[in-house]
């Protein structure tokens, strides 16, 4: 008896050790800083090989290499951009696009015309147009698109969607979201145009919108009045003098958006939790003379959700947060306290194994582009707004 016992646990021990069914040939497109929470994720991967490298910059992938994977650097495959990678690696199953925003619709586009499965990093692009045609790509070639926003893996995160899903808040008609800093303005390719085509908006901003709208579906953007700012990031008091000197995107950012409640980007119509019109108020903040433009806040026509100002860019709420309810005809607050995630690794490693299980499965993406359009037309329309001076609408 006892002998069956062990031989259970033994017949358990062997099959947990057995070899991947198959190993996921990667590519890594852009060698900056976000590249080596790739790499680093990758390498935990008993299902994948790292296979090639690519950098504009002559010389940054071997370095990245070297310091990253110095077990891997004399093996690997060196390219000078992501065509050149793309055309010397005929049977890659997947890149990561870890370029600056100017390059991701470029690079993206051609590894999904190459055959690739992509994942590829936040924000989405920089305009509405460059998500169009990605996803125009995309669906031609069949292939897995998710893009890098791993705080959706936080299980704090997906309490926010399970709440609004539940009907505890009714039918939500207001969002107040954002989020920012006193000072806290990036430098390097963050900065500038040429390279990162918009600032806060699409380095923090992008984030406070996911958490709420993916929240509630991701109802599709009517209009949108938006104002940017640059106060801080020109202004050598403020910032430093060379990277002031060279600044040219917002460092701050707001907004009033309309949304149609009726149009969720899953379509099937109006979801029981959400009104006819959806309305968010937005604000995001690289710098400003204040620690926080404000908690998050979810209205229904039952309920309402308080997320404590949360620097939701680093993977998680602010804090527990509060449900506000009647009850009995009473006035009640609920405290949602913070939840621990289940998984082993970190919110990059989840990203990472998401993607390549939704290769394998042949399944979604983790991250699904057409919801993260809707992100980028907002962000987009704001700047286009803000040009305007006026109200614009979102055409899609
Ligand atoms: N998910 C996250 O938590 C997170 C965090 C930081 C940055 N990001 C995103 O990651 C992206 C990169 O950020 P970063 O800090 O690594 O920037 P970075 O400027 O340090 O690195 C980008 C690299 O891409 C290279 N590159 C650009 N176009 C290329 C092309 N066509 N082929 C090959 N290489 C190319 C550049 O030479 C540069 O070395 C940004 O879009 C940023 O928003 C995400």
């Known amino acids: 008896m006892a002998d069956e016992v062990l031989s259970q646990f033994t017949q358990e021990t062997e099959s947990e050790e057995k070899k991947p069914e198959r190993i996921y040939k990667v590519g890594i497109i852009g060698t900056g800083w976000i590249a ?3 790499i680093s994720s990758y390498l935990k991967q008993p299902d994948v090989a790292v296979v090639a ?5 002559e010389g940054k992938a071997e370095k990245f290499m070297k310091k990253n994977a110095p077990e891997l650097a004399d093996k690997i495959h060196y390219y000078a951009d992501h065509a050149a990678l793309l055309a010397g690696e005929p049977d890659l199953d997947a890149v990561s696009v870890c370029t600056y925003n100017r390059t991701h619709a470029e690079c993206t586009i051609a590894a999904l015309e190459a055959g690739v ?4 990093e936040k924000p989405f692009c920089v305009t509405t147009e460059e998500a169009q045609a990605v996803i125009a790509a995309e669906k031609k070639s069949g292939k897995i698109l998710s893009i890098g926003f791993q705080p959706r893996m936080d299980a704090n995160m997906q309490m ?8 505890e808040l009714g039918e ?15 430098n390097s390719t963050f900065i500038e145009q040429k390279t990162a085509g918009i600032g806060a908006l699409g380095d923090i901003g992008c984030y406070s919108l996911d958490m709420v709208l993916n929240a509630i579906g991701y109802p599709k953007p009517l209009t949108v009045s938006g104002y940017i700012s640059d106060f801080f990031g020109t202004n050598p008091k403020y910032n430093n003098p060379e990277d002031a000197a060279r600044f040219n995107v917002d460092d701050y950012a707001a907004a009033f958006v309309r949304m149609d409640g009726t149009a969720p980007v899953a379509g099937g119509g109006k979801p029981a939790w959400l009104a ?6 937005f604000r995001i903040a690289w710098a400003m003379h204040l620690d926080t433009p404000g908690d998050s806040v979810i209205l229904g026509k039952e309920g309402a959700l308080r997320i404590p100002s949360t620097e939701c860019w680093n993977g998680s709420v602010g804090g527990p947060m509060t449900l506000y309810k009647d009850v009995a005809g009473e006035r009640i607050k609920i405290e949602i306290p913070i939840v621990k995630n289940k998984f ?6 989840e990203k990472i194994r998401s993607f390549l299980d939704a290769i394998g499965e042949g399944s979604s993406a983790p991250v699904p582009s057409a919801q993260i359009l809707y992100n980028q037309a907002i962000i987009d329309h704001i700047l286009k707004s803000a040009q305007a001076k006026a109200e614009v609408t979102v055409e899609l």
């Open 36 to 38: 080596e929470s790739h």
């Open 53 to 57: 490298v690519a950098d504009l910059i």
């Open 117 to 120: 499965n992509v994942l590829l």
């Open 160 to 167: 926010i969607k399970k709440i609004v899903e539940s009907g």
């Open 172 to 186: 939500v008609y207001y969002i107040q979201t954002g989020g920012g800093r006193r000072r806290g303005i990036p």
């Open 276 to 281: 006819e019109t959806v309305i968010l108020d």
């Open 344 to 349: 082993k690794g970190g919110l990059f490693d």
